[in-house]
């Protein structure tokens, strides 16, 4: 999907960013249970909190907007040249559109910026097939972890 604008939000940009990052952990993001979402919301991903981790240069953030904000990703650098996905979101009506493709895309570049080698993540199995087609690989599996689900250990070299 071509026609759509893959933008990296700034720090102005972050008040519009936050009320759509709050309503699409509330209603996608099926592998947490609404209680740890709250959590994250009051706590680690509150918007005080989020911000000042944005504020050091820690996290990148990227949107795509039709109108309004269609999609996002979130990722961070980590000590040792880590990065982690931490949110990545497509709006239902503008899935399997590519969207998700170039987002991650854009993510890896900006964490090399920050000189990481490797991006990570672990998440259940329900959007596998997505990240196995864009070359991550599964570094192992938490058998029945929290919540009693299986978490897989996903990683790639960037
Ligand atoms: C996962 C998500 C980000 C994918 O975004 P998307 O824009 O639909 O993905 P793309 O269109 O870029 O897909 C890229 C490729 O992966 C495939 N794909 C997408 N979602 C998939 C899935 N759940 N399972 C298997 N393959 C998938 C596409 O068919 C496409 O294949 P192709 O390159 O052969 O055409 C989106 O479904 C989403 O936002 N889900 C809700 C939030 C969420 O669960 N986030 C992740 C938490 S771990």
Redesign the pocket.
Known sequence: MKEVKLKRIGIKSYDRFYPVFRR?LLT????LPLRRKKYFLRKIWSKKNFKKRFKRGKIGIFSVRKDKTI?FIVVSSEIGGISLLR????D?N??????????VKRGEKWAQTKNCHKLR?I??G?????YL??GFVIEGIRKKDRYKKDFYLFGKFI
């Open positions: 699409a996608d993001f099926l592998h999609a949110w990545i979101w497509v239902k503008f899935r399997n559109k590519g969207i998700g493709k170039r987002l993540f998440t259940d329900r959007n596998r097939g997505f087609k864009l």
